[in-house]
């Protein structure tokens, strides 16, 4: 069944065990599946991700238990690696023999698994600051702050960075964050800290699953030698785009992320932060259509 909201249209469809799945579509072409991070956000913050729908069909999904998605009966299939079945359900819904793919953030880990276990089904993978478990690729505490630091010298992002700090310190201590630490240190995650970015970042917590998220890189959801060994053989072109001031990942990660690939190339967005799209919209577009026009 499908609803519809001025140009972007709402479908349904059933996955495997039974839950109810929605997915958002803008734009005309080429479809272009969309797996949006948080980890656990519905796929709403990506709006038409910088006009990338102005060429493309998009096809943003809604994870089970985030936005329009139900809730499913088995809270343990929020794991990531439950949601590869997800994935392949939309695109056998859809039709589609094989498939374009971008993902954001933490759905990167979706995307390296999903290509992993499915590699002839995707054609072109655009990787989006995306974060590597699956690919035991990570992030030193000191690496991280080494790039916040590099903002300090005036507000707010003197505060996000102390901020910032608390918040990894208490990782380190096996302690929670506190929530306002994590609200504090926001401005880290953006290129500008304007009425958009502040408007984007508010959403997050009424947009986030936490339990989900909570569950999403849960014991057991990684083999990173499987996975890296799987990705080698995979065939199709990769393209994973960094944003310059980003810390997670790091222009320096993403690098070594593409590397896997055998046909993987890196970019860095000047100016941008985690969210790409909104620091620089006509250059992230251009760019990623680019990509899944030529595969360069």
């Not at 478990?133 to 690496?143: F, G, M, N, R, Y």
């Not at 896997?260 to 250059?283: E, I, K, M, N, S």
Request: net charge negative; aromatic share 8%.
């Amino acid at each position: 069944m499908s609803t519809s909201t001025h140009s972007t249209c709402t479908f349904t469809f059933t996955a495997d065990d039974g839950t109810e799945l929605a997915y958002h579509v803008q734009g005309e072409g080429e479809p272009l599946i969309c797996l949006p991070g948080g980890a656990m956000r519905a796929s709403a913050y990506l709006g038409d991700l910088g006009g990338l729908s102005a060429g493309r069909r998009l096809i943003l999904l809604d994870l089970r238990g985030t936005g329009d998605s139900a809730v499913p009966a088995d809270p343990s299939t929020y794991r990531v690696d439950h949601q590869v079945a997800d994935v392949e359900a939309l695109r056998i819904h859809l039709g589609l023999d094989g498939v374009d793919l971008l993902a954001h953030s933490a759905a990167g880990n979706l995307a390296l698994l999903y290509t992993a276990a499915h590699p002839r089904r995707v054609r072109r993978l655009a990787m989006i600051t995306p974060t590597c478990w699956a690919v035991d690729l990570t992030e030193s505490p000191e690496a991280r702050l080494a790039d916040v630091r590099r903002r300090g010298g005036s507000e707010p992002y003197d505060t996000a960075i102390a901020a910032y700090e608390r918040a990894l310190a208490a990782l380190a201590a096996g302690e929670v964050p506190a929530e306002a630490d994590w609200a504090a240190a926001m401005p880290l995650a953006y290129g500008r800290w304007d009425g958009e970015a502040r408007a984007h970042a508010a959403l997050s917590p009424v947009q986030k699953n936490a339990e989900a998220s909570a569950a999403f890189a849960g014991p057991g959801a990684f083999d990173p030698p499987a996975t890296r060994a799987a990705l080698g053989r995979f065939a199709g072109e990769v393209l994973v785009l960094a944003g310059e001031l980003d810390s997670n990942p790091s222009p320096a990660l993403a690098a070594r992320l593409a590397q896997l690939f055998a046909r993987g190339v890196v970019d860095v967005q000047r100016g941008g932060g985690h969210f790409p799209w909104l620091d620089g919209a006509p250059w992230f577009a251009a760019r990623v259509e680019r990509f899944l026009a030529t595969g360069a």
